[in-house]
């Protein structure tokens, strides 16, 4: 799957390059206005990450060149500010998501996993991961055909997991995800651990191998294909 | 405090008076030195007369004793009488009272008097001339009276152009006094000063604009420093998360090299959360934000206990809630979910394990009490990074983004120790 970067900060866009290539996704960066402009017009991606601040124009107007020429990449805007007449802006010109600097790659990555999903399976959105089968757009979750009941938390959990397969998710990654935007205010962590045992229980009484593997003793990843 | 109008006039008004007074006895004195020299002349010129025309009837020597005495019947002012032959009297001029001259005239006017001696057919005669002038004290007060009549015409005549200046020539500061009050330094409006003819006025008006010009200048710039600044930061502080989730998915990572990564994405996490206040507080101080919304405050409230559900269970904190329905508020619903938030999470925070909070919303007011120890300083507690609490995990912005919001929306926040509880109230 091939994944274009539009970001003008080349660290930035390294890491996110590394992050997702061990996920097998394929990805090719665009520091600039001009440069992206002129890859998004020869190739086609399942996804499109585009800063809005570019040194050379604004990002918004990729987004609109998409548009017109009804490409059906999935865009993820990344921007440095958190205002929300952007976003609005942005998801109203067809972007599917929005994500604030500073962001975890692994948020970046279950993100770009579920527009992935999303756009692809358009109709039949049924998601097979191990002994899974996840449907994105119901948001329901059932091995070998019986449905396994999941509260919101943990099926958002659950893709978060398996967006991030075979990585490390730390306590804190988990808890900002799940929390949002006020995780480091809490001073205390465990109701992750809380969420995790009950969607582990979940899984495994409905038949499910042992995926969730705990490392580095409070750390967590999904082990699976 | 005196309105400048009454701090000018008075002093006129003071010296006005005392010049009057002083005049007073100044206008006595010169008209008594001018009067007296035209009696002392006129008794002079009735002594002049009084020979001559004696001399001109040429009256035998016999008779004249009986024309003198009838002469002096007729003429009360002035007295004719026979001395020896040969001898003078002493000229002199002086003042005296009716009585001490046996006039026919009983009234206690004072009088002036010439004695000298005149010529008759050769022979020296004793002569007095009396001449009657007002009496000082008449005088004195004829002239203060005057004098009054006039400081009162003064006094009106000061207090009406006064007035009358005070609302022609004082109107261009007024003008500016009002502008200046209602000169606001967050709503980034210039002001602009009407043009005066006054040159007093147009220099402090001018003044006043080159002040104004470059406060708003400086304020702006200050607000575009601490907005850049932050935004600046964020880029970086991606970069460094990006850096620590890749370090953390290395195959050579040890236990304790986790927990280090652990402990730095916790920083991390709290700076990215003080860069992300600074820039609400900046754009809140801005009013970038829209606030003629209709929230559904209930609502508000509702979904951000059932999103902090599990973390009031995590710490076993009791919530005992009276929620009323249908309570609704103008204003900006993010900020409004931002404002809930803080509070709530407040509370978290600071209650210890099995503790109670109270949350209670009613028309005019939502409050958040949580149990606590001892009360603390309000003039503290809103402070931008004052801490309170030995957890150092906030970002010491919490509630000055409360107390912010609640000035953006002109809902007055308030902090309050009861019963040992620290209950925050918001008066919608």
């Given amino acids: 799957m091939k994944v274009l970067i539009i970001e003008d900060e080349e660290e930035l866009a390294k890491s996110i390059a590394e992050y997702l290539s061990a996920e097998n996704y394929l990805c090719e960066l665009a520091t600039g206005f001009t440069e992206a402009m002129n890859k998004i017009h020869l190739y086609q991606y399942d996804c499109i990450l585009l800063d809005i601040t570019l040194p050379d ?17 999935g865009v993820i805007i990344i921007s440095a500010k958190n205002s929300l007449d952007d976003k609005i802006n942005g998801l109203q010109m067809g972007a599917d998501d929005y994500l604030t600097k500073p962001f975890h790659l692994s948020e970046l990555a279950a993100r770009i996993y579920s527009i992935i999903r999303r756009k692809q399976f358009n109709n039949a959105n049924i998601v097979k991961q ?28 659950l893709i978060f997991f398996i967006g991030n397969k075979n990585r490390v998710l730390s306590k804190s990654i988990l808890a900002e995800h799940l929390s949002g935007d006020f995780a480091d205010m809490l001073d205390n962590h465990d109701f992750v651990y809380a ?21 580095y003793g409070t750390g967590y990843k999904w082990a699976g294909n | 405090m005196q309105a400048l109008l009454s701090k000018t006039t008075k002093p006129f008004l003071v010296y006005v008076l005392i010049i009057l007074l002083v005049s007073v006895p100044v ?7 001018i009067w007296m020299g035209e009696l002392d002349e006129q008794n002079q010129i009735m002594a002049k007369t009084t020979e001559a025309q004696f001399g001109q009837l040429a009256i035998p020597e016999n008779e004249l004793k009986e024309k003198i005495r009838f002469w002096n019947q007729i003429q009360p002012g002035t007295y004719v009488e026979a001395i020896a032959p040969g001898s003078t009297v002493k000229d002199s001029i002086f003042t005296a009272s009716s009585q001490s001259l046996n006039l026919a005239d009983k009234t206690n006017d004072d009088f002036r008097v010439l004695v000298t001696t005149i010529y008759i057919n050769g022979k020296p005669y004793y002569f007095r001339s009396v001449t009657n002038y007002e009496d000082t004290k008449e005088t004195v ?9 006039f400081f009162g015409c003064i006094i009106a005549g000061l207090l009406v152009i006064n007035n009358r200046l005070s609302k022609t020539v004082w109107l261009p500061f007024r003008d500016t006094l009002s502008k200046l009050k209602g000169f606001n330094l967050n709503n980034q409006v210039q002001i602009d000063f009407e043009n005066t003819n006054t040159i007093e006025f147009n220099e402090l008006n001018q003044s006043l604009n ?12 200050q607000k575009e420093f601490t907005e850049n600044a932050s935004h600046e930061l964020q880029t970086p502080l991606a970069i460094l998360k990006s850096k620590l989730e890749i370090l953390l998915q290395s195959d050579e990572l040890t236990e304790k090299q986790y927990q280090i990564v652990e402990e730095m994405n916790k920083a991390l996490a709290r700076s990215a959360r003080i860069n992300k206040n600074l820039l609400l507080l900046t754009r809140i101080d801005n009013s970038q934000f829209d606030s003629s919304a209709l929230i559904a405050f209930d609502t508000v409230l509702m979904q951000s206990l059932d999103m902090l559900q599990e973390h009031f269970e995590q710490k076993n904190i009791r919530v005992i809630t009276s929620i009323a329905a249908g309570v609704q508020a103008k204003g900006n619903s993010d900020l409004t979910e931002v404002l809930v938030n803080n509070l709530l999470l407040n509370a978290i925070r600071h209650t210890a394990p099995g503790g109670s909070v109270h949350i209670s919303l009613s028309k005019p007011v939502f409050e958040v ?8 300083d309000p003039a503290l507690l809103f402070k931008r990074f004052s801490r309170f609490s030995a957890d150092n995990n906030g970002s010491g912005l919490g509630l000055s983004i409360v107390q912010e919001i609640g000035r953006f929306h002109d809902w007055k926040v308030q902090y309050r120790f009861e019963n040992s509880f620290h209950i925050f109230s918001v008066y919608l």
């Fill in chain 2, 210 to 221: 080159r002040l104004v010009q470059h406060t708003v200048s400086v304020y702006k710039t």
């Fill in chain 1, 130 to 157: 191990d002994e899974l089968e996840i449907d994105m757009l119901a948001k329901t979750v059932s091995v070998q055909n019986q449905p396994v009941l999941l509260t919101k938390k943990e099926f958002d959990l």
């Fill in chain 2, 27 to 33: 206008y006595y004195f010169v008209i008594k030195v």
């Fill in chain 1, 57 to 73: 124009g604004n990002g918004l107007q990729v987004l609109e060149a998409l548009k017109k020429e009804n490409k059906t990449d």
């Fill in chain 1, 195 to 215: 969420h995790i045992k009950n969607l582990k229980k979940k899984l495994n009484d409905a038949g499910c191998g042992q995926h969730l593997k705990t490392v």
């Fill in chain 2, 141 to 149: 007060a004829a002239i203060a009276i005057v004098s009054l009549f």
């Fill in chain 2, 369 to 376: 009490a949580n149990e606590g120890q001892q009360a603390l």
